[in-house]
């Protein structure tokens, strides 16, 4: 990262929300204002119905016609929307090649815990029925999307329907007891959130459900049968042991996994695309694994 990127950066964090527990409401307004970026030159995007819910699809100009990523985005579940990740969402999909299609999934504190698993396994249910080839079919997620993406396959799991080729989280949230080590020891050192923050999107999400359920931290599941799975963290994250573990978990249920973690950078950095080159360099790398492993990879069945 040049000092000029790690300027940028530094201004581009500072303007995100002082407020740090505003309510629901105020709060998705905020966080819309500080990162909606648009889909990029070559992408287009169109209102669209799945699973129940809307979704912006959003195809890239010489997109081939097979092949489709399902993106969930982050948010702590409380805020976000297919719209405020518009941009991060095209530009994966422009540099894949490949179309994709954003979930916009109930928000707590008004749908709490399962209800984004739920839409994400509905959503994923109709592309199934509608003919798209699991083989050619790929999930992606940041933050909390991160988590529900997990989630999501083992809910799939669950119904006997088959896995995609792959799946790519980026500072995938997947802890909700936060009980990893970087909540205390990152913490100096991330720049968006602490362990409070967090504490209260999971508070508006689970109130008293389990916080160790496996749809909600699957950090602790039986991640066995799970596709190809790319785990991305910046360093500089008090959520960086929630990847790492999930990592450690998938390679320990023999799942093919493979985890980056990018010095010097915060939370979903992939964000900064165009401003960062670590973060054009992660999707560069996001965009060939789940291409490479939708090519190649016969989707299992469980």
């Known amino acids: ?15 995100a ?22 889909a990029p030159d070559g992408v287009a995007t169109r209102r669209t119905v799945l699973g129940g819910r809307p979704a912006l699809d959003l195809r890239p100009s010489g997109a081939g016609r097979r092949g489709l ?20 969402v095209g530009e994966l999909a422009r540099r894949a090649g490949t179309p994709a299609v954003s979930l916009d999934y109930r928000l707590a504190p008004e749908h709490p815990f399962p209800a984004p698993v739920e ?21 992606a997620g940041d933050s909390a999307g991160g988590g529900a993406v997990v989630a999501l396959l083992l809910a799939a799991r669950e119904a006997g329907l088959p896995q995609p080729a792959a799946a790519a989280v980026l500072s995938p949230w997947v802890d909700l007891t936060l009980s990893g080590a970087s ?33 909600a931290s699957p950090v602790f599941a039986d991640l066995t049968g799970l596709p190809p799975l790319l785990v991305q963290v910046g360093s500089h994250e008090v959520l960086l042991d929630d990847a790492v573990r999930l990592a450690g978990r998938a390679g320990a249920d023999e799942v093919d996994v493979t985890l980056e973690v ?7 950095f992939q964000h900064h695309y ?13 965009a060939a694994f789940l291409t490479g492993k939708a090519a190649t990879q016969p989707a299992p069945v469980h």
Not at 19 to 24: A, I, K, S, V, Y
Not at 196 to 213: F, I, K, N, P, V
């Open 1 to 15: 990262m040049t000092r000029q990127q790690r300027d940028t950066l530094d201004a581009l964090l500072r303007s």
């Open 17 to 38: 929300p002082s407020d740090r527990h505003p309510e629901p409401e105020a709060e998705r307004l905020a966080f819309a204002q500080a990162l909606t970026r648009p």
């Open 69 to 88: 990523l399902l993106y969930l985005h982050g948010g702590g579940y409380v805020v976000g929307s297919p719209d405020t990740h518009a941009g991060l």
């Open 119 to 139: 839409d994400g396994l509905a959503a994923y249910r109709e592309l199934l029925a509608g003919g798209t080839d699991p083989g050619e079919l790929v999930v």
């Open 183 to 215: 909540m205390r020891t990152k913490e100096a050192a991330d720049p968006i959130f602490t362990a409070q923050d967090l504490r209260a999107y999971a508070d508006h999400y689970l109130g008293d459900r389990d916080r160790a359920h496996p749809w």
């Open 262 to 268: 990018w010095p010097g950078v915060p939370h979903v």
């Open 274 to 286: 165009g401003r960062l080159d670590e973060a054009d360099a992660a999707l560069d790398r996001v």
